[in-house]
């Protein structure tokens, strides 16, 4: 079935395909939100970018085992997608490819899988996995916004970045700790999240804004010494913050950082006062202990 071939037809309800079928174009069925296809023909290897973007009413409940390929926003809004696994042969899910499909209930990823794209299960409040393919080695910018029922308790220890809002609202994260070559956090990356970690990655050098606000069950009581940025609110509102101390002397920490940690008591830090700009740091309730060793 060709690029386009029925792009924005929403008159469409019910397709027979033909015999033979092995590949669905780009933006094959995208916008036809009246589409009502329960199964895909078994021959199909491949899903183009955009094939069934939109299609609202699209119930599939499993695709056909030999597909290899998924494109980009293949099932994007797709709301009453309720597939619960995935071919064993995909090895990528791009960009956007599951996006605000809040039905979709996969218990598990193929273990092939290397790269997630960015926003690719962002609204899939129904996902539940508790782990991700061992090959993974980033986590792209909102990959799981809003999944609210994930219950992941560990990263595949390849992982070296978090992306933006990766894990923003994700309340059921069970992670205990990072992979420890994970070098930066990005904006937003476990906000609102359950994320309950007591010691961050040995080899982080960025915090970014807003990383691990209102992250309620955040215990950590250091900041490893090769930490250079921390950035504005990225400790927003953890009220299990309790002591922190610095093993190294970050080049910046926004003057906001620790705001409203209302439960930050002590800061413990290795350099003298004046050195990094900002004290206390947003924590209006901190002792900071200068030259602590």
Known sequence: IGDHAFTDYTGLSDVIFPDGITSIGNNA????????????????????????????????????????????????RCTRLALTELPSGITNIGDNTFLECENLALRELPSGITSIGSNAFSGCSRLALTELPSGITSISDGAFTGCTNLALTELPSGITSIGVMAFSGCV????????????????????????????????????????????????????????????????YACTELYTITFKGTPNYINEFAFGECANLE?????????AVEGAPWGAENATINYNHA
């Not at 290897?45 to 293949?74: D, K, R, Y």
């Open 266 to 274: 002590t800061i413990n830090v290795p350099w003298a006062e004046g």
């Open 172 to 235: 059921t994260l069970s992670l205990g700790e990072l992979p420890s070559g994970v070098t930066s956090i990005e904006f937003s990356a476990f906000s609102d999240s359950g994320i309950g970690l007591e010691t961050l990655p040995s080899g982080l050098t960025k915090i970014g804004d807003l990383a691990f606000m209102n992250c309620m069950s955040l215990a950590i009581a250091e900041i490893p010494s090769g930490v250079t940025t921390i950035g504005e609110g990225a400790f």
């Open 29 to 76: 069925f995208s916008g036809c939100s009246n589409l009502i296809i329960d199964e895909l023909p078994s021959g199909v290897t491949t899903i183009g970018a955009n094939a069934f973007a939109g299609c609202a009413n699209l119930a599939l409940t499993e695709l056909p085992s030999g597909i290899t390929s998924i494109g980009s926003g293949a099932f994007e």
